[in-house]
């Protein structure tokens, strides 16, 4: 089977290499092609740009390349630039893709299309309506509604996969600025903090997505993914702190005061995301496709921790 997957100098994209690397043409638009290889692609996802050229006797595409979220964005128009990579180049790939009869396009979405929290007691579903806040969000949403206008319009069968923060080997932002102050096991203020909220190893991810490639049940389905065990902030970084070898040492303070406290000094988003619930319901996911996550939370940051650095 020949799979095109786009990303390929990504986070998600790299590790999908590794597990594809002998039925794969990748499309990258930044970075170094790796030596001359005819298996990589120098391409814009655009809505301008022709996918011709590696396209041809492609049966399925993996779409992982988006434009992401920037600190400090200083773009005139950020939801257009946002509109043009995510969603008007991605529907442009993807008509190319069912006008050289491409049988399947799997799409990478998010699950801020659902938004960026869950009331108390809640989860997020796959039917839930698209409720995105920001920008990217918008972008993903409008993304997924033009695909599944194209699946119904073509022989082009669609799989969208809304996954929560992705970490593993290699991941950046605030995931590693965590794990950075779990290497340190500095006393952090997060005892009375008891949200929950759902993450996803990129090892589990990239099994959904393989899974994805071929299941009958996949076709034209959206699935929600994550490690089927939401969890606080408090017990992520727990178990963060015990991957380095260490007992955490966390401090009682009141969220509403750790809110109030952001508020003043400009930053309530970050601490928003530490304190909110953010719950995933992904039994349709498991059921439809017969899938489980293959490594647990637990396991998965253990692998974001190099083992020369660990104690014993």
């Not at 011709?52 to 992982?64: K, Q, S, Y």
């Not at 996969?161 to 950046?172: E, N, Q, S, T």
């Not at 009682?252 to 988003?269: D, E, H, Q, W, Y």
């Not at 719950?279 to 692998?303: F, M, N, Q, Y």
């Amino acid at each position: 089977m020949k799979i095109l997957l786009t990303g390929g100098n990504g986070f998600v994209g790299k590790h999908l290499q590794t597990k594809l690397y002998d039925h794969t043409l990748v499309l990258t638009s930044h970075g170094n092609i790796l030596g001359n290889s005819p298996k990589y692609f120098k391409k814009t996802i655009s809505s301008k740009e022709s996918f011709a050229d590696c396209l041809r006797g492609v049966e399925v595409v993996i779409h992982t390349a988006a434009r992401v979220h920037k600190m400090n964005d200083l773009s005139e128009n950020p939801l257009a630039e946002f509109m043009e990579t995510n969603c008007f180049g991605t529907l442009n790939l993807a008509r190319q893709a069912a006008d050289f009869g491409v049988k399947r396009f799997i799409f990478l979405s998010s699950i801020k299309v659902n938004g960026e929290r869950t009331q108390r007691n809640k989860s997020f579903r796959f039917d839930d309506e698209r409720k995105g806040e920001d920008d990217y969000a918008k972008s993903k949403a409008q993304a997924e509604l033009g695909l599944l206008k194209i699946a119904a319009e073509t022989q082009l069968e669609v799989v969208i996969i809304r996954p929560p923060l992705v970490y593993g080997p290699g991941v950046k932002a605030n995931f590693a600025a965590l794990l950075k102050l779990a290497s340190k096991n500095l006393p952090l203020p997060l005892g009375s903090v008891e949200n929950k909220r759902g993450f996803v190893a990129v090892d589990n991810l990239v099994s959904l997505i393989v899974t994805c490639i071929d299941h009958p049940k996949a076709a034209n389905q959206l699935f929600l993914v994550s490690d089927d065990s939401d969890m606080s902030t408090s017990e992520l970084f727990t178990i963060m702190v015990n991957a380095f070898g260490k007992k955490a040492r966390l401090v009682k303070i009141s969220p509403s005061f750790l809110k109030g406290f952001a508020r003043l000094i400009g930053k309530k988003p970050m601490i928003d995301r530490l304190c909110d619930d953010l719950r995933l319901d992904i039994e349709h996911t498991k059921d439809s496709l017969d899938w489980t996550p293959v490594v647990s939370t637990a396991e998965g940051v253990k692998l974001c921790v190099p083992k020369r650095i660990t104690s014993k």
